[in-house]
């Protein structure tokens, strides 16, 4: 079975900084996607970012990049220039590259506030 | 426009019914899931589906029921087993590249209280 571990429960960052978010995870599987979720005070879940983990080359999106290491099942988060809209909950999640019956197991999420 | 709808936004149950919350996609994703969220706990996976007429259990999918008879709609049902289910839930679908899943899209949530 899959785990994602995050281990940072609440995290702050002033506006116009950078901050790191961690997620370890646990697989046998060789082949998998990995996530980055944000969930705002409105509860909707919106993707960040995706890594396949047959891509050596760090995902980026923006002001939003990963910090991938396969070896280590290490898969951090850095914001970089925080801003307000940045405050919610990021949640970390794994899902396998199965082509039947893939489940999508989340981590138990980091509460990030941007302050000024 | 294309999107993932759960309803009701807010529901209220009594002890010992059974209720049933609606997901349903204009997004032709072949996979959708179900999870249930907690404070403290994160997602929890409750049913999955990746095909019509075909569904698994989840982590936590105990006084649960789903069924998937359409592409479209994946109906959950929590039952009067379920031991506390007040909870935010919320559905999810997925799509397909070259045959393998990729992110799930999350429709709005359904805010379930147990009166």
Known sequence: AQTVTQSQPEMSVQEAETVTLSCTYDTSENNYYLFWYKQPPSRQMILVIRQEAYKQQNATENRFSVNFQKAAKSFSLKISDSQLGDTAMYFCAFMRFSGTASKLTFGTGTRLQVTL | ?115
């Not at chain 2, 294309?2 to 149950?13: A, C, V, W």
């Not at chain 2, 994703?29 to 999955?48: E, F, K, T, V």
């Not at chain 2, 709609?73 to 007040?86: C, G």
């Open chain 2, 1 to 115: 426009d294309g999107g993932i709808t759960q309803s009701p936004k807010y529901l209220f149950r009594k002890e010992g019914q059974n209720v049933t919350l609606s997901c349903e996609q204009n997004l032709n994703h072949d996979a959708m899931y179900w999870y249930r969220q907690d404070p403290g706990q994160g997602l929890r996976l409750i049913y999955y589906s990746q095909i019509v007429n075909d569904f698994q259990k989840g982590d936590i999918a105990e006084g649960y029921s789903v069924s998937r008879e359409k592409k479209e709609s994946f109906p959950l049902t929590v039952t009067s087993a379920q031991k506390n289910p007040t909870a935010f839930y919320l559905c999810a679908s997925g799509r397909r590249n070259r045959g393998s899943p990729t992110e799930a899209f999350f429709g709005q949530g359904t805010r379930l209280t147990v009166v």
